[in-house]
């Protein structure tokens, strides 16, 4: 038996988090620079469990940073310099998705962007960045930065994501006043008496929370979490079967330098003023798709028999015509079948467009199929 | 007689016929198989030769037939149930059955002892 896998000789990083997984029997991988738990007792059970109840994730990994400055809108210009949110209009204890643009119209990453609520301490603006990015993107931004504004690296907090349909009552029974929040919201608060930074927000399609809190906290606050009984420890297997079910972009894999926000569907991402002024990088590159429509889409993808269709996957037409490439896919554990992401050629890119997929030399039938393929069920 | 590989496949050697399946710790490694693509009933197999795909929820593996040979039966249960694989790895989980073309092949692969040996060592 063989299974490819990547294995590299760095030295790999701990989160605050990592007695814990070891304790708790989790399978340890290399990723993004980190040793991180990829399964407990394996990706079903523990992804079935977040779409049923509640699981606990270490995001650690991911970069924080805070941005201070003499005043929000000097802040906010300075991130409307290298994305195309409207952050001007970002009321604070509101979050934004956005990413950072290069010149060309690619993505240098996608992120969180939250507006502080100006309480002591807090910076105007805080930053949650993919991990494998976050040295270029911390750079990149301290780089456009106008004077008098700084960037803190936040490497003295950890992040804890709770997620699935019980998460909310989980953080009302370790005291924290979930229920006046709603999705992509912001505040402070304390969960058994540890002070945190709450994002109702997440990467799995269901409601649930990110946690910031300080690495000396991290382990007593998630063993608190982990002590009420719909609460189970999830890897970064489950991590991403949800993730591809409710249709969410993985930097590196569906989205890059090379992809744009048009072709990868992230048009809701373009705030209308900023379309309109024009003035975020890659604009040239960007307007133009959305007036012509782009060469390639992202579309949800349905084999039609029961073999995955891995990243790379060669995707043709009916007619062996190429199309494009898988560039997520795997078994999704909600439906009990395959799914995948990739992107086609716009004339292939219409729901039901049968596809061949290339899976070991051989062609396989698909079709295009509309994403989410599991319903988001965020608290709006 | 049951033998194995340092691939993590085991052949059970059934008079002329071998029947062909992947190791408990095999499949403790994979994590839950959701897929078993088998070859078709008359493809001819070579030793240490792809001769099955497995898949977890994560990744694909190629599974090697331990022997050479012609597949005359595969585990048609696999389809409908694929977590088999994971339950029973050296009963109803097994993948495919060969009709043996060189018993002396059988020397290459480990008995039970060496194999017990070989994966508490990894």
């Known amino acids: 038996m063989t299974t490819s896998s990547s294995t590299h000789g760095e030295a790999l990083a701990r989160t605050a988090l990592h007695g814990l997984h070891a304790a708790r029997g989790a399978r340890l991988v290399p990723f993004a620079g980190y040793e991180m738990p990829v399964q407990y007792e394996g990706i079903l059970a523990e992804h079935l469990h977040v779409r049923a109840a509640a699981g606990l994730f270490d995001v650690s990994h991911m970069g924080q940073a805070s941005l201070f400055g003499p005043g929000d809108e000097t802040v906010a210009r300075a991130l409307e310099a290298l994305m195309p949110g409207d952050f001007l209009g970002l009321k604070p204890g509101f979050i934004r998705y956005s990413m950072l643009l290069s010149d060309a119209g690619g993505i240098y990453d996608d992120l969180m962007v939250t507006r502080g609520r100006g309480e002591p301490g807090e910076g105007r603006y805080l930053l949650v960045v993919n991990a494998a990015r976050k040295s270029f993107d911390l750079a990149h931004i301290e780089a456009a930065l106008p004077k008098g504004v700084t960037l803190v690296r936040e490497e003295e907090r950890a992040l804890i994501a709770l997620q699935g349909p019980k998460a909310a009552a989980v953080m009302e029974a370790g005291g924290f006043a979930a229920a006046p929040m709603v999705f992509m919201t912001a505040r402070r608060g304390s969960v058994h008496g540890v002070p945190v930074s709450v994002s109702r927000s997440g990467y799995t399609g269901e409601d649930g929370f990110e946690i910031s809190v300080p690495v000396g906290e991290a382990t007593r606050l998630a063993e608190a979490l982990l002590a009420h009984p719909d609460v189970k420890p999830i890897g970064l297997g489950a991590r991403d079967s949800l993730r591809l079910e409710a249709g969410l972009c993985l930097y590196g894999s569906d989205i890059d330098e090379t992809t744009s926000p048009v072709e990868a569907g992230l048009t809701f991402a373009l705030s209308k003023r900023r379309r309109e002024a024009g003035d975020f990088p890659g604009a040239a590159r960007i307007l133009k798709e959305l007036e012509e429509g782009p060469a390639r889409l992202r579309v949800g993808i349905l084999p039609d028999g029961p073999a995955p269709a891995r990243a790379h996957t060669e995707i043709r037409g009916e007619d062996g015509a190429p199309l494009g490439e898988v560039t997520s896919g795997g078994y999704a554990p909600s439906l009990s079948r395959p799914i995948a992401m990739g992107y086609v050629a716009r004339g292939a890119a219409a729901d039901g467009t049968p596809l061949a997929l290339m899976v070991r030399d051989r062609a396989r039938a698909a079709h295009v199929a509309p994403m989410p393929f599991v319903p988001h069920r965020y608290r709006r | ?122």
């Open chain 2, 1 to 122: 007689m049951i033998k194995f590989t340092d691939q993590h496949e085991w052949v059970r050697v059934e008079g002329e016929e071998a029947v062909v399946g992947i190791t408990p710790y095999a499949a403790e490694q994979l994590g839950d198989v959701v897929f078993v693509e088998l070859p078709e009933a008359g493809r001819k197999v070579d030793q240490f030769k792809e001769a099955a795909v497995v898949e977890s929820v994560k990744a694909a593996s190629e599974i090697y037939a331990p022997v050479g040979g012609e597949v005359v039966a595969v585990n048609a249960a696999l389809a409908e149930t694929p977590g088999l694989v994971n339950e029973d790895a050296l009963g109803k989980g097994w993948f495919l059955k060969l009709r043996i073309r060189d018993k002396g092949e059988l020397d290459k692969l480990m008995s039970a002892e060496e194999y017990e040996t070989y994966v508490k060592g990894l």
